[in-house]
């Protein structure tokens, strides 16, 4: 099942947003230690962090997948999905 332009082009922006707003994130961490925020604070911010660049991960794989397989059908580009989704969350 191939992926239209517009598709791929939709999933890109998607994946720039994702990893702009973890920059994003990530300077905001770095102002807190500018500002000897508590740690509690601090770690809770770089959980955001981290938390958002697994997600730009997924998006990344879950591009690649769509790109790079054969799938006959939405029902199979789904349980590849599915499966992707279930390999991030036991990491």
């Known amino acids: 099942?191939?992926?239209t332009p517009?598709?791929?082009a939709a999933a890109s922006k998607k994946i720039t947003s994702r990893l702009?707003?973890?920059?994003?994130q990530l300077d905001a961490v770095l102002r807190m230690m500018d500002d000897n925020k508590p740690c509690d604070d601090?770690?809770?911010q770089l959980s955001a962090v981290k938390?958002?660049?697994d997600k730009a991960?997924?998006?990344?794989?879950?591009q690649n997948i769509r790109k790079?397989?054969?799938?006959?059908?939405?029902k199979q580009l789904e349980d590849l999905q599915k499966s992707?989704?279930?390999m991030l969350k036991t990491k």
């Open 1 to 3: 099942m191939s992926q």
């Open 6 to 8: 517009e598709e791929s």
């Open 20 to 24: 702009k707003r973890s920059r994003g």
């Open 42 to 44: 601090v770690l809770m």
């Open 51 to 53: 938390s958002s660049v």
């Open 57 to 62: 991960m997924k998006l990344v794989i879950a």
């Open 68 to 74: 790079n397989t054969d799938c006959k059908d939405a």
């Open 84 to 86: 992707l989704d279930l």
